[in-house]
Structure formats: structure tokens, C-alpha cells
């Protein structure tokens, strides 16, 4: 069974600039998280989708966004980019509990990430 | 506030030999699950052991083993036997249970296995 796939691996965009990552999780799996990791800041949440829509959101602006489709693959969009949005980006994909939800003990699959690098 | 501390930013043993990395937490929830993952130079998040917090039995998965101090909010992961390829920054975790399932994460040990 393929994995996790993130698109693309690296990025880099300047100020201002927009930009749109691609996730696309495990099949089977209808669950999409989207974490930011940045060596000061450590693993920040930014947004989990369920079923087309988003369950959960982390404490990030506005100018962060995502959305996830009738297949699962998600997408996550930056607006107006700042040189602290520079960081890795992952993705995650959980499967569905016996119950047919999303436990709290189910694990997260992770993709590779993307690295953005904002200049 | 929810955090996680991981007070060694880095890491070294020698191959076969065995090695434990710590993890602290806070939250004032009972009901929670504990994670530690592993990421290789590969930056793939890898689930190396997780733990429920109401189980009182550490859990054990090969030659990954936790010890879970539930009232010192401890959650140290040991590696016995150690290889090669256990060289990666290992990440502690946890998640309350609840509507939302974000994970809170501490900032990771650096392990170097050495040969």
C-alpha cells in the first residue's frame, strides 16, 4: 500500500507570493492533519479534515487555509507569504476505528513534507 | 497549558548498548494518549511506541519500551540493543481525547548511535 504523498518536496517562494501543497493520504484513510515544523517552534497543528470537512484548527492566521476532497487528498494554501512562514510542512493520514470514526489512538501516518523556503 | 518537554537536545550511544530518552508533560486532563515518534534524515514522521494513559502497563513494541510515571507526567522511552539505523530526532507526544485530536508535541532529542 503506497504511503503518505506530499507534492511537491521543496518550494521556494518570495514575500508576498502565494502557495498551495498537496497531500495525499494512504487509500483508505479519510483523515488529513497538516503539521508545521520549524526548528524553534517545534510540531505546530494547523488543521485536521474529516469527510470534506475541517474538524479541528490550530492557532494560525487566516492566511492559512486548506481543504480536503471527495477522494481524501487535501490541499493546504498559504496567502501572502511572510519569512517565518519558512518551515517543513507535514502532512498525516489516520485510518478509521473500528466504530467507523476517528479514535484518539489512532496513529498518524506521515508523509515526507514539503520545505518551503520564503525569501 | 498543554506542553510536552524534552530536556535532552541530544544524544549518543554505541551500538548494542541501551539508551533512554525522557519526556515530561502537562495537562490537567486524565484521559489522554501518549506517542513517541522518530524522524530519520528522510523527514518522515515514523510511530515508534504509543501508550494509553489508562493503562497502567508500560508498553512494549521489539526493542522500544516505554516507562509511563503517570503521576510525574514522565513518558521515557528506552531503546535496547541499539542500531544503526535508530539514529534519527525522536519526538514525544500526546493527545487528550476530547473533539479535538491535535497532538502536542516537545521539541526532540537528537540520537546518534555511534558504531
Known amino acids: 500500500k503506497a504511503g503518505v504523498t506530499q507534492t511537491p518536496r521543496y518550494l521556494i517562494k518570495t514575500r508576498g507570493q502565494q502557495v498551495t501543497l498537496s497531500c495525499s493520504p494512504i487509500s483508505g484513510h479519510r483523515s488529513v492533519s497538516w503539521y508545521q515544523q520549524t526548528p524553534g517552534q517545534g510540531l505546530q497543528f494547523l488543521f485536521e479534515?474529516?469527510?470534506?470537512?475541517?474538524?479541528n484548527k490550530g492557532n494560525f492566521p487566516g492566511r492559512f487555509s486548506g481543504r480536503q476532497f471527495s477522494n481524501s487528498r487535501s490541499e493546504m494554501n498559504v496567502s501572502t507569504l511572510e519569512l517565518g512562514d519558512s518551515a517543513l510542512y507535514l502532512c498525516?493520514?489516520?485510518?478509521?476505528?473500528?466504530?467507523?470514526?476517528?479514535?484518539?489512538?489512532?496513529?498518524?501516518?506521515f508523509g515526507n513534507g514539503t520545505r518551503l523556503t520564503v525569501t | 497549558a498543554q506542553t510536552v518537554t524534552q530536556s535532552q537536545p541530544e544524544m549518543s550511544v554505541q551500538e548494542a548498548e541501551t539508551v533512554t530518552l525522557s519526556c515530561t508533560y502537562d495537562t490537567s486532563e486524565n484521559n489522554y494518549y501518549l506517542f513517541w515518534y522518530k524522524q530519520p534524515p528522510s523527514r518522515q514522521m515514523i510511530l515508534v511506541i504509543r501508550?494509553?494513559?489508562?493503562k497502567q502497563q508500560n508498553a512494549t513494541e521489539n526493542r522500544f519500551s516505554v516507562n509511563f510515571q503517570k503521576a510525574a507526567k514522565s513518558f521515557s522511552l528506552k531503546i535496547s540493543d541499539s542500531q544503526l539505523g535508530d539514529t534519527a530526532m525522536y519526538f514525544c507526544?500526546?493527545?487528550?481525547?476530547?473533539?479535538?485530536?491535535?497532538?502536542?508535541w516537545g521539541l526532540g532529542t537528537s540520537l546518534a548511535v555511534n558504531p
Open positions: 479534515y474529516f469527510s470534506e470537512t475541517q474538524r
Open positions: 501508550q494509553e494513559a489508562y
Open positions: 507526544a500526546f493527545r487528550v481525547a476530547g473533539n479535538n485530536r491535535k497532538l502536542i
Open positions: 498525516a493520514s489516520s485510518p478509521l476505528n473500528l466504530q467507523g470514526t476517528i479514535g484518539h489512538n489512532s496513529p498518524l501516518h
